[in-house]
Nanobody, 117 residues
Framework: QVHIVESGGGLVQPGGSLKLSCVVSESIVSFANTGWYRQAPGKQRELVAVITGGGRIKYADFVKGRFTISRDNAKNTMFLQMNSLQPEDTAVYFC???????????WGQGTQVTASS
């Protein structure tokens, strides 16, 4: 069982920044994928950014250079630096990891991000 703890959400004004953190209970480099998803009220959960096992990084189109995903492998921690936040970025943000064989998917509890004036 992989345990995930997210932090860093909050309320910011449009144009502001937040940095999310995700601490996992196992070696973060052992996972097939590690990433961030988000879910706004009434909408489906969607991918924000992911780091694959090979180290490739993929961002959703709506990120548009505003967000940066990174990891501190020594601390088994993943980050999401979010700049130029807009009201449409308001959502619960979830940390996600996918194990190698057998393939299993684990989610954090989510952290609320609200961009509002």
């Amino acid at each position: 069982q992989v345990h995930i703890v997210e932090s860093g959400g909050g309320l910011v004004q449009p144009g502001g920044s937040l940095k999310l953190s995700c601490v996992v209970s196992e070696s973060i480099v052992s996972f097939a994928n590690t990433g961030w998803y988000r879910q706004a009220p009434g909408k489906q959960r969607e991918l924000v950014a992911v780091i694959t096992g090979g180290g490739r990084i993929k961002y959703a189109d709506f990120v548009k250079g505003r967000f940066t995903i990174s990891r501190d492998n020594a601390k088994n921690t993943m980050f999401l630096q979010m700049n130029s936040l807009q009201p449409e970025d308001t959502a619960v943000y979830f940390c996600n990891v996918v194990t190698n064989y057998p393939v299993k998917v684990y989610w954090g509890q989510g952290t609320q991000v609200t961009a509002s004036s």
